[in-house]
Nanobody, 125 residues
Framework: QVQLVESGGGLVQAGGSLRLSCAAS?????????MGWFRQTPGKEREFVAA????????FYTDVVKGRFAISRDNAKNTVALQMNSLKPEDAAVYYC?????????????????WGQGTQVTVSS
């Protein structure tokens, strides 16, 4: 079992930055291959934001955040971070961290086995 806890959400003005962090505990690097960030707004499906393969560090992004967001991991601390720059009002959502045993289809929420509770990001215009 893996437990994921997000932190770092909050209120920021458009154009500003936030850094989200996700701490994994329990059975960690031996039982998951990749981690990802998803986001969800009321009435919409949870959508992919970014993912990283744990061992290789290979990253993946949805097009709308490329060049603005960066996902990274700290193997020693079992954490994954999402640095969000040049935030826009449309980036506002609850952001979820997730872990998966798979190395493929990382942009698909159904790929993921474990989820955090989410952290709210609000962007004022």
């Amino acid at each position: 079992q893996v437990q994921l806890v997000e932190s770092g959400g909050g209120l920021v003005q458009a154009g500003g930055s936030l850094r989200l962090s996700c701490a994994a505990s329990g059975r960690t690097d031996s039982t998951y291959a990749a981690m990802g960030w998803f986001r969800q707004t009321p009435g919409k499906e949870r959508e992919f934001v970014a993912a990283i393969r744990w061992n290789s560090g290979t990253t993946f992004y949805t097009d709308v955040v490329k060049g603005r967001f960066a996902i990274s991991r700290d193997n020693a601390k079992n954490t994954v971070a999402l640095q969000m720059n040049s935030l826009k009002p449309e980036d506002a959502a609850v952001y979820y961290c997730a872990a998966t045993l798979s190395l493929i289809r990382l942009n698909n929420r159904n790929t993921y086995d474990y989820w955090g509770q989410g952290t709210q990001v609000t962007v004022s215009s």
